[in-house]
């Protein structure tokens, strides 16, 4: 019998968009680190080739040095990364019902990206409905966004489908399979909105294990003996099982809570919290009780979540932002915040380590401010650097207006971030 489902569109060809070529060495002048010291570092090839005290590199006439960029008063640090993005829906909280056409979703997507990107994101992972209403059409328009975006930054794409088990659940396994099929590179789902939260699971982790793809679940995780089933399936699956958001673990008593992290941490699976604000695929807001996991043992990322939606009309997609609100909220410090949104989040991706130091990817983020606190606080002008070529620039000049007297006085103690342009 001929198959008579309709079938996928085929998948383009792999490099329709500008095709990265590597960059010329560029040279960051007079960076500071979370350490203390002043820097420069030099990229090529993609990668920081070397990090000496400022002014040495410039000097060092075994190298071209070629472009180089004044640091001077940022701070230096790995880019972050954006695990958990929804571009089929993003910006399109005033628009009404949001549009499924292709043209729509790819125009949102990749002004989205674009937007975090600005925030300092080099990678993004974007959820993406298939099935029902999207069909596999919201599918095809991000990863058309994926490769205009090539050498901007690096957008990989999460299928999501509604149903997965039963007679109505028969198509979307169908368009699941058919969405790996087209290019996308991470099974996911909600496994919460489907009657068999159980069977769901088995059927994305079935297709996971049949392509070699990660897993990228949606839960609100307020069941802990249903998260507990979820863990032991995942245990051990490579190349990866990502759950979020997660908040429901808040809400759980403690001892309860404090067993299911046990559990997460001994099936590897991380969790992806999403301190600005819930996404469309879970019922509840909150943040995941992110200490508790972290003692726990679990990898905790940070995500963005909704990006201006009808989840959260005013969400910005800035990771700065989550870091800094799992500090001010949370208990973090500075650093165990910011690693949520870069180091953890990179490895959640399963992409290589970014230090501040030769041989690592060259996947940076300076921040006008004198230290990390300060970054999250006030860290409004940036310089993004992807792939070691600077991406993005923003800058943000404040300035005052007074008197002669009073701007004598004040003038030595503005902030940085008032005094002059990135």
Known sequence: MPDSRPQPPPRPPS????????????????????????????????????????????????RACGTQVDLT?????????????????????????????????????TEAALLQLGHGATALRAHVRVGDVAGLGALTAVLRAERSLRGLAELTTVAVPRLLTGVAGADGLAVLRDAVKMGASVVGGCPDLDPDPTGYVEAVLEVASEHGCPVDLH?????????????????????????GPCGGLARLP??????????????????????????????????????????????????????????????????????????????????????AVSASARASLGLPEVRVEAGFPAELLAVRGDG?????????????????????RTSAVREYRGSAALSAEVEPGLPRQGRGSA
Not at 219 to 243: H, K, S, Y
Not at 373 to 392: E, F, T
Request: glycine residues 14%.
């Open 15 to 62: 490099s329709p968009g500008p095709v990265p070529v590597d960059p010329a060495p560029l040279l960051l002048c007079g960076a500071r680190l979370t350490d203390g010291r002043t820097v420069d570092v030099r990229l090529g090839g993609g990668r920081i080739e070397a990090v000496g005290t400022a002014g040495s590199l410039a000097a060092d006439g075994t």
């Open 73 to 109: 008063g940022y701070l230096l640090l790995p880019a972050p990364a954006e695990p958990h993005a929804h571009a089929d829906t993003a910006l399109s909280a005033d628009d009404g019902p949001v549009s499924y056409d292709p043209r729509d979703v790819q125009r949102r997507a």
């Open 219 to 243: 839960t609100d995780a307020a069941d802990p003996a249903r998260l507990a089933r979820f863990a032991a399936m995942a245990g051990g699956l490579r190349p990866g099982v990502a759950l």
């Open 254 to 339: 403690a001892e309860s809570a404090a067993r299911t992290a046990d559990r997460l941490a001994a099936a590897g699976v991380t969790v992806v919290c999403l301190p600005q604000g819930g996404c469309g695929t879970v019922d509840h807001r909150g943040t995941a009780p992110v200490r508790l996991l972290r003692s726990a043992g679990v990898r905790v990322a940070a995500g963005s979540g909704a990006l201006r939606d009808v989840s959260n009309p005013v969400g910005r997609g800035d990771p700065l932002e989550a870091a800094y609100l799992l500090a001010s909220r949370h208990g973090l410090s500075a650093e165990d915040a910011y690693a």
């Open 372 to 392: 990390l606190s300060g970054a999250l606080s006030l860290g409004y002008s940036r310089i993004v650097v992807h792939g070691g070529r600077v991406v993005a």
